[in-house]
């Protein structure tokens, strides 16, 4: 954006100098930005050639990463569930990282579509969670969830110049998520206090599901609202940092903590749906610090092969 441009209100793009930064006064390559949203991130702080490089490259490793291995090594279960949904994750990260690099619409689509496909590839695997393996619950659930698909697509480009369409759109499907999954939550809760019901996968997965949620909604969206609508109090410290952190944002965090918060989610429904299964899970750490469920043999196969 133009830097002499004028702050009308958070949710369309907004001056860096409204804040105080008088540190970013060089023309962008980007100039005039489209996206109907800018971030704390100084615009051009490091570089002519890319708008916040922080939050590109905190996109890559907070959202794509988690993406690429959860594709890998995070699906004990071997359904195209679990990969499509690491899949759009990973699409996530690179949109969020163009959007960033740009602050262009486009790439702005493509940070924000994205997070609406991913929540309704959770409404999927949510529903179907218990059911038989290649017999759907649902038989025309996938069907209505495309369509729906395609109707947030048409409303999001009709609306787009507004963010706060995308927020309540994006919120409301996350609230009607939640209905669901806290049900699967409560009754895994319940069995883990019956000695008769506990199994070690319904362990697996509370453990999942309790660590989703104090990432998410105790340290992940805090830190967002945090930076989004403090900036002007903590613009002039982050542009104050060591020179390889100069401009580095709380959104950095935001980026990191949700995509962790995602994949401990993908992970708390692989458990419960390798329980459905009737396979028996553990845990390993990966690199020792990002734990993944992982399906044990069986041990009918362990006797057949010796």
């Known amino acids: 954006m133009s830097q002499s441009s004028p702050q009308t209100g958070y949710f369309i793009n907004i001056s860096q100098n409204d804040y105080g930064d008088s540190t970013s006064t060089a023309t962008g390559y980007w100039e005039p930005h489209t996206s109907s949203i800018d971030f704390c991130e100084s615009n051009y702080l490091l570089s002519n050639l890319v708008v916040e490089p922080h939050n590109v490259w905190s996109s ?3 959202l794509s ?3 690429i291995v959860g594709i890998l ?3 004990p279960t071997r359904e195209w569930r679990t990969t499509v949904v690491y899949t759009i994750l990973l699409v996530i990260g690179l949109g969020s990282a163009c959007l960033h690099a740009s602050l262009h619409w486009c790439f702005q689509s493509s940070d924000e579509l994205p997070m609406i496909y991913l929540i309704i590839g959770f409404l999927y ?3 179907e969670v218990d059911s038989p393996k290649d017999s759907p619950k649902y038989p025309h659930l996938a069907k209505y969830l495309i369509l729906l698909s395609c109707i947030n697509t048409a409303i999001y480009y009709t609306f787009q110049h507004l963010y706060i369409v995308f927020l309540v759109t994006f919120n409301a499907m996350t609230v009607m998520l939640l209905s669901t999954h806290v049900q ?3 009754r895994l809760y319940h069995e883990s206090r019956d000695e008769k019901r506990k199994t070690n996968n319904s362990a697996i997965a509370l453990r999942f599901y309790i660590w989703h949620i104090i990432i998410l909604v105790f340290v992940a969206t805090p830190i967002w609202a945090l930076d989004q609508f403090h900036c002007d109090i903590l613009l002039p410290i982050y ?5 390889l952190l100069r401009g580095m944002t709380l959104h950095v965090v935001w980026h990191i903590g949700a995509g962790m918060a995602t994949h401990c989610f993908v992970q708390f429904l692989c458990a419960c749906r390798a329980s459905t299964l009737g396979m028996v899970c553990d845990t ?3 690199l020792g610090v990002l734990p993944v469920v992982i399906a044990l043999p069986k041990i009918g196969a362990n006797v057949k092969q010796a």
């Open 60 to 62: 890559l490793f907070g």
């Open 65 to 67: 990463l988690f993406g």
């Open 73 to 75: 090594y995070g699906n």
């Open 125 to 127: 695997s949510v529903l």
């Open 184 to 186: 699967i939550a409560r």
């Open 239 to 243: 542009n104050n940092l060591p020179f």
């Open 284 to 286: 390993r750490c990966l």
